[in-house]
């Protein structure tokens, strides 16, 4: 893809909480601006050629492309879209996304490009969302005592079939599920920007012993813990 309309797109770095990206017409990124690479915990050498699927919840990476679609198949632009982005330490934020069709010098729609930034920024946020940022932040602050599904339900004042209804419309998976992908966010956060050992990880992350993480790590990025630093 042509990037010559984004000459200066390395302004894009110079601006906390806020990510920017290029796609081509596949989903695939061409560039991204340092916070999109720190949320997506890698180097932007390495999320080029990507897809948003690989570095991101499932459930949420399929939302980004599904409207990556939507927005080349119509050309119109989507403005501040809420939805749920996971940062770098696992912590899981309403942000106000927009998508623009990019059309090239030939007037041809050759991908997308967008940015996104969290709601706060934009003032208080929605009701409707703050049952699910009390949840989500409670369970963050608590992964490593253990946090329980009973336990969110609680803290939101919700009986356990509301929290399920409450987190799965919003995130197509079950509060445990979200608990898991929560704890193997973080893991994966500190393996790669702490010095921890590998078993103090588990400990911070709510496992009670090293083998039922390292099992849940395997199964979720196929990999041992310790793959993911020189020194484990």
């Known amino acids: 893809m042509d990037l010559t309309a984004f000459a200066d797109r390395r302004l894009w770095d110079l601006i906390d909480h806020v990510s920017f990206w290029v796609k081509d017409r596949a989903g695939c990124f061409v560039w991204v601006n340092r916070n999109l690479a720190e949320q997506a915990q890698a180097s932007r050498a390495a999320i080029l050629g990507t897809k948003d699927s690989d570095w991101f919840f499932n459930e949420?990476?399929?939302?980004?492309?599904?409207?990556?679609?939507?927005?080349?198949?119509?050309?119109?632009?989507?403005?501040?879209k809420p939805e749920l982005v996971m940062s770098a330490d696992g912590e899981v934020v309403w942000h106000a996304t927009s998508k623009f069709p990019y059309v090239d010098v030939?007037?041809?729609?050759?991908?997308?490009y967008g940015m996104s930034q969290p709601m706060v920024a934009l003032g208080d946020l929605p009701a409707e969302?703050?049952?699910?940022s009390l949840i989500v932040s409670y369970a963050r602050e608590h992964l490593t005592a253990g946090v329980t599904?009973?336990?969110?339900?609680?803290?939101?004042?919700?009986?356990?079939?509301?929290?399920?209804?409450?987190?799965?419309?919003?995130?197509k998976i079950t509060p445990l599920k979200l608990l898991q992908r929560m704890r193997m966010h973080r893991a994966r956060h500190l393996l790669t920007t702490s010095h921890l050992k590998v078993g103090e990880i588990a400990l911070e992350c709510g496992y009670e012993s090293f083998s039922s993480f390292s099992r849940a790590f395997r199964q979720s990025y196929g990999c041992a813990p310790g793959s993911l630093r020189s020194v484990s």
């Open 149 to 171: 599904v009973e336990a969110m339900a609680r803290k939101a004042n919700m009986s356990l079939s509301t929290l399920e209804r409450t987190v799965a419309r919003h995130l």
């Open 60 to 80: 949420l990476a399929d939302v980004y492309m599904e409207d990556d679609v939507t927005v080349l198949k119509t050309q119109q632009a989507i403005i501040n």
């Open 129 to 132: 969302y703050a049952d699910l």
């Open 106 to 112: 030939s007037g041809e729609v050759a991908g997308t």
